[in-house]
């Protein structure tokens, strides 16, 4: 029983883990990863000297790749042109016609700059009834500049701060209540370009080590940990209460002195037979009219007591006195056995011999030779 009731408590104490298990599938789906797990064929580079048009400049991407650990770009730029800008674009799975990243929260990009001032991040989304696949100019923009500290470093970047500027909506004669939110269900493809806060006619250049979209589990957690720690609150207050309703109040009051029947009556039992076991006709019928104790009683209390029967308990006292008087009188053997209730010396003798092993005689001879 008490194996079942551990076995209850233990099986109290774990099931809060099923609390943490949404907690821990959100940790363990929590990232979308773009880099690493990406090849070069998924890379495409882009500059002002791309385009066609007036507006066409001279910048260019010097070199991209991706080594074991990193994608490695090197944009020159040249202001050739107003907004001189180069970049490359990281274009959806082969297969896929959109990315869905409304699950996520941030966009998080680890990477280490050598004289690059910053980048511009663009998220380029369909936006239904003006997307036109081949016409880019359609992709709706939604842009983030990045300012670079040096060194390596890790950016968080949160969706909501990415924008659509008004370019966009100007060049492609819309509103941005026409087009409405974005939508970061439909995901094209991610560009990270040169930003033009650094001076012309130069190399910058930049590796990345990690970009991936990272979901916001703060409130699962704290949903979490809120709903274990209630219940543990309310275990502990559970457990608390139920210890007070099994413990009695401590009222201070004066016990009355009682004990169990069987007590008194052994008290009785003891009493009188010390008195009287000398008495040659003791018999438990005389125990039990001089302590109005039944006989039957008499006889259940000794061999509850003393796992002695009646008999054997009084020729125990019997004995006890007789030894004591061997070692202490110079009493006869004879003398002693009547003095201590035998009626005759005869089973005096054999009950003395078949409790000791050993005659009253030898018993008084060794006796005497110790005491020497």
Partial sequence: ??????????????????????????????????????????????????????????????????????????????SAIEYPYA???????????????????????SATSYNSKGLQITLRTFA???TKYGREDTYRPNMRDLYLLPGTNTYSLSLESFN?????????????SQVGDIDYSRLIDMQIESEDISPGDIDEQIRIYAIRFEKDNTLLYGITIALVFLYYAGFCFYATMIKR??????????????VNYNDEYLRKIVDCIAKDYTDKGLTITKISEKTGISSSKIAQVIQLSFNLSFKQYLNTIRLSEAQRLFRETDRQISEISYSVGYQNITHFYRVFKQVYKISPSEFRKKALDSSI
């Fill in 1 to 78: 029983m008490s194996d079942r009731v551990t076995l209850k408590k233990k099986l109290l104490l774990v099931l809060p883990l099923l609390f943490c298990i949404p907690a821990i599938v959100g940790y363990v789906n929590k990232d979308l990863v773009v880099f690493p797990g990406i090849h070069g064929d998924r890379l495409a580079a882009y500059s002002d000297s791309s385009i066609n048009g007036k507006n066409k400049g001279k910048s260019y991407v010097k070199e991209l790749g991706i080594d074991s650990v990193s994608i490695h770009a090197v944009f020159h730029r040249v």
């Fill in 87 to 109: 970049g490359f674009q990281i274009n959806k799975p082969v297969g896929t016609q959109f990315v869905n990243i409304t699950p996520y929260k941030h966009l998080v990009l």
């Fill in 128 to 130: 239904p009834a003006i």
């Fill in 164 to 176: 659509t500027e008004s370019w966009w909506f100007s060049e492609n004669k819309l509103t941005e």
């Fill in 245 to 258: 309703i099994k413990t009695p109040l401590a009222i201070p009051y004066e016990k009355l002195n009682m």
